[in-house]
Structure formats: C-alpha cells, structure tokens
C-alpha cells in the first residue's frame, strides 16, 4: 500500500513540473506559410523507342528476317556515336498474327510476327534529326515518338527549393507586417512536393512522315513546394 502511494505521489510530481512546459510551448503563436519555387529549363538529352516489326509465314522466318534489320540498325546507331550502355531493348517478341475475324468462322494463323524495339538515348541533341533519319533508312519501321527531358533535375530542384524558401519567408514577412506583429525563429521547414517535367513527346506519325525530321526541344518546367513555421514576436 505505502509502495503504491509513493509511486503515485511521483507521478503526480513528474506531471506538476511538465504541465507549464506543455502549456508554454502550447501558447506559442506562430505563422504557418506556403512557398512555391520554380525554374525553367531547355531539354538536354532524348529518347527514341524505335525498331523493327516483321512478318512471314513461319516465327523461324519472321525473326530471321527481323534479326537482319535489327543489325543494320545496331550498325547504323553505332556510326552515329550512340553508345552501347544508351541502347536498352525496351519490348522482344514473337507471336502469330490471324487472320480476319469473320463471324461464326473460327480465326486461322495467318503467319508470325517477330517484334524487336530499343529505347535509345540521344545526348546529343544537334543530331538528333540526322539520327532519326537513319534509324529510318536502316530498316526501322517503328519509330514511337520522341521524348525529350533534363538530364540532371535535381540540380535544378534545388534552386526551385531555394526559390520556394523565399517565397515562403517573403509571404510571412508580408502577413506579419500587415498584422503588427514580428518575426522570431522557424519552427519547421517541410518540403510539400516537387514537380518533374512530363517528358515532351513528338509524335510518331509526324517523324515517320516527315524526310527532314526537324524536331524542337521546347522548355519544360521544374517546381518545388515548401511549408514553413515561424514563431510570431
């Protein structure tokens, strides 16, 4: 009984001497703001999905045939400068196609088709209308559009994060000036989000079409989020 006593006598003590504390820091009054930050930026670097899709009447033939164009493409992205590590095959495949559908008669393989397809990474911009040209001209019949992007975003996330900090802290110098009231230290820093560019893709049809192949690279946009607590004076 008197052990029971004394531990809730000690409790009761521990609580009495963190009660103000608790009470202090819930009394602090503090501004909470939202920053926003963002940079432009030219692409730097590109990627082609592109390769070649055959068919014939046996799958042996079909991927015989398709290796043939497959190697002059290879050789072709080689004397470009492409480099090996920059050529990743994306899709392989090797399917029987049909033919027809006819109602109430049932579907009959008509041949096979043999699929191979590369994702191919262009660093080199200025050539990148030459590039698609003979990627084309080396027996490539699939080309899915062009995607262009930032090689290095972080780099730049980071000035929209310095930029969306002093967004933040213009924000609540504005909002406690117009309040009367001044600023102490920050409470918290969280960042909100961050936003990478959607790669800008041409279309596939009009690099198919088109002899030239003029391309366009644009700007794309980075951005990054910030919320900010900071103790009112």
Do not use: W
Not at 25 to 34: G, L
Not at 91 to 106: A, C, D, L, M, T
Not at 156 to 181: E, I, N, P, S, T
């Amino acid at each position: 009984m008197t052990n029971r006593l004394l531990a809730g006598l000690t409790a009761l003590l521990v609580f009495s001497i963190a009660a103000p504390a608790f009470a202090d820091s819930q009394k602090t009054r503090f501004i909470a703001v939202e920053g926003k930050g963002t940079v432009t930026a030219i692409p730097d670097i590109a990627s082609i999905n592109t390769g070649v899709t055959t068919r014939a009447e046996t799958a042996r033939a079909a991927l015989t045939a398709n290796n043939k164009a497959m190697n002059s493409l290879f050789r072709q992205l080689s004397e470009a400068g492409i480099d090996e590590k920059d050529i990743r095959t994306s899709n392989f495949s090797v399917s029987p196609h049909y033919e027809r559908y006819e109602r109430n008669k049932p579907r009959r393989i008509a041949g096979y088709q043999a699929a191979n397809h590369v994702t191919v990474t262009v660093r080199d911009l200025k050539q990148l209308g030459r590039l698609l040209d003979a990627v084309v001209s080396a027996g490539s019949n699939r080309v899915n559009g062009v995607q262009f992007s930032v090689a290095e975003p972080e780099k730049l996330l980071d000035q929209a994060r310095r930029k969306a900090v002093k967004d933040a802290m213009r924000r609540a110098h504005l909002y406690a000036d117009a309040a009367g009231a001044g600023l102490g230290k920050i409470l918290q820093i969280q960042e909100r989000g961050t936003r990478y560019p959607r790669p800008r893709m041409r279309a596939a049809e009009a690099v198919r079409s088109d002899k030239s192949v003029p391309v366009s690279r644009g700007t794309q946009t980075l951005s990054a989020t910030v919320g900010i607590r900071i103790e009112l004076e």
